[in-house]
């Protein structure tokens, strides 16, 4: 028998029966059991153990440092956690030992795809990781990646969840990290998302009503009245039946949210955010998914804190009249302005002019905030666009995280953090719709702004250029964040780095890096995910005003997760072993 010239010699059969065990070029660990010669990967696909030292009895391959058991022929592991190990073809001929390098395990996008599906189900992070690896190893797009794990949570647990929107945060951002970068932001969505929704049961869907034939206005009314009286088992018949009749997405989106906007402030802002994310989502999700995604929003309407009946919203001034009446009175403009035979479209056109962005912004930051609420109304009455308001309380709210001084209790970093979110969050959504009812949500937002003062006293000095040559080092600013309480070194240092000319990009991969090597706890993906966005819809814009407000975004960010650094790391120590064993590389040496 002849073998090919790409086969690798094992050596004498004789020799491997008095062996028991050897590794071989390309890092191959061959056995000589029950008189056979088999041949797998000597790196354990768990963690990457050497094989060879491990254990073989009764057809059983047992790795000594987790315990991980293969079927020595076939490579099939029996802990799910462990994965399949590499198996290769062996021959013997004249008493030599011959390997095919070529392992007989297919590793196609299909087959991490469905270890990726496995991963989430069994909630197995090194799984997860490894089924991300090979997937953007193999091409395929990240939002594809994303779209698993939307489904799975989405299927599984009580609704959309932080996992959820961790997952979707990271899926917008992926396009201003590299491909490290890319894993980790997906591994770590995907494990957020494993961990909400795994072991948890199925989400069975309710029925639509018996006919379709109800007008969208009178569903949107009647959705109205559930999500009031807090009776989701209505609100979801009602939002499906909405599905079913074909109503788009867009007005689903104004249908919902109008709902969400009815009362103040939702849950600190949470319920707002979390129905934007499950848009943003919807944008790159299959259809087939629509009706688990939304239906996934309406268990948060059960029970969600109404912020208009809470004290500081009502004393020691009352915030929740002033917003009532501004918003009468616009329904009422826009009444008279259509009987009028005006125009009815609700989205204006108006820009204001850089001084008068400045000036709303000093007064979204002010100690005044009726005067706000009346300022934003008579800009809107104007005909200002509400998304360009939108984005000043966004820029304000970033301003608080700029300002906040870390004297403040450390749970204080997420007050300004809420903020920030939902005025993101608005500004997305205003963005895609002219549904007049949802500037409503301005309002709440700039009042959550003015909440916030407190945690500017005292106000935190913005970093000034020092004048000192800035260093394109990235790593300084990563070593900054190993160390705890550098909010001030790493402010200064990116301060250094924007006057001195340091690319923009770059320091958004960085920024990311800062955030996805560490154990992040939620709200840290929030902030990454919302200061870039904010960032990027400024760059549309000319003038020493947005170039400022640029800067706000990227200071507030490098606070917040100087803030929240360093931590454990043991995520992404799992994704580093998870590209390290998919490259081949040796994770442990024999000394």
Request: one cysteine or more; hydrophobic letters at 40%; a negative charge.
């Amino acid at each position: 028998m002849s073998v090919s010239l790409n086969w690798i010699s094992a050596g004498n059969l004789e020799a491997l029966k008095q062996e028991g065990a050897k590794v071989i070029r390309g890092g191959i660990a061959v056995f000589y059991h029950e008189d056979q010669v088999y041949a797998v990967d000597n790196r354990c696909p768990h963690l990457g153990f050497p094989l060879h030292m491990g254990s073989l009895c009764d057809g059983i391959l047992t790795c000594h440092w987790h315990h991980a058991r293969f079927d020595v022929c076939s490579g099939g592991t029996l802990d799910p956690w462990a994965d399949d190990v590499p198996s290769y073809e062996v021959r013997v001929d004249g008493g030599e030992v011959w390997v095919n390098p070529v392992s007989r395990r297919a590793e196609g996008a299909e087959k991490y795809k469905h270890r990726l599906k496995e991963g989430l189900e069994q909630n197995i992070g090194i799984v997860i990781s490894k089924a991300v690896v090979g997937l953007i190893e193999a091409g395929v797009p990240e939002q594809d990646i994303a779209r698993i794990g939307i489904e799975f949570g989405t299927t599984y647990g009580t609704g959309w969840n932080a996992g959820l929107t961790i997952l979707t945060a990271m899926a917008q951002s992926v396009d201003k990290l590299d491909k490290n970068g890319k894993i980790l932001a997906l591994y770590q969505g995907l494990v957020h998302v494993a961990r909400g929704s795994s072991g948890r049961g199925t989400r069975h869907l309710l029925s639509a009503l018996p006919s379709a034939d109800v007008p969208f206005e009178r569903l949107t009314e009647w959705y109205r009245s559930c999500i009031e009286v807090r009776d989701t088992q209505g609100a979801e018949k009602v939002l499906i039946t909405a599905i079913l009749k074909g109503i788009d997405t867009k007005r689903l989106s104004e249908m919902m949210l109008v709902a969400a906007t009815d009362h103040f402030y939702l849950d600190g802002g949470h319920v707002f955010d979390f129905h934007s994310k499950a848009f943003e989502a919807l944008e790159w999700a299959e259809v087939s998914q629509k009706e688990r995604i939304l239906t996934s929003l309406v268990p948060m309407m059960a029970r969600p804190t109404r912020s208009e009946e809470l004290h500081q919203w009502q004393a020691p001034l009352n915030l929740v009249e002033p917003i009532k009446q501004a918003v009468n009175e616009l329904e009422q403009n826009a009444a008279q302005a259509k009987l009028a035979g005006g125009s009815t479209d609700a989205r204006q056109q108006t820009a204001l002019s850089a001084d008068t962005e400045e000036q709303l912004l000093k007064q979204l930051l002010s100690d005044t905030p009726v005067q706000t609420i009346a300022l934003l109304r008579d800009l809107l009455i104007a005909g200002t666009a509400p998304e360009q308001l939108a984005q000043l309380v966004a820029l304000a709210a970033a301003e608080r995280i700029v300002r906040f001084h870390t004297q403040n209790d450390f749970g204080d970093w997420i007050a300004v953090l809420h903020t920030f979110t939902y005025a993101h969050a608005v500004h997305e959504r205003l963005l895609q719709s002219d549904e007049p009812m949802l500037q409503r949500a301005i309002f709440h937002g700039a009042v959550s702004v003015y909440l916030d003062r407190f945690l500017n006293v005292p106000t935190a000095a913005r970093p000034k250029p020092s004048g000192s040559a800035a260093s394109a080092d990235h790593q300084e600013l990563l070593d900054l964040l190993d160390l705890r309480q550098q909010v001030g070194p790493a402010a200064q240092w990116v301060m250094d780095y924007i006057h001195g000319g340091g690319e923009p990009g770059a320091l958004l991969n960085t920024l990311g890096h800062a955030l996805l090597r560490e154990d992040a706890e939620f709200h840290s993906f929030q902030m990454y995910e919302a200061a870039v966005a904010e960032y990027d819809r400024w760059q549309a814009a000319t003038g020493s005003f947005a170039e400022k407000a640029k800067e706000t975004m990227l200071l507030a960010c490098t606070r917040y997760l100087a803030a929240h650094a360093p931590t454990a790391r043991e995520l992404p120590h799992t994704a580093k072993i998870a590209w390290r064993l998919h490259k081949g590389e040796r994770l442990f040496e024999e000394e």
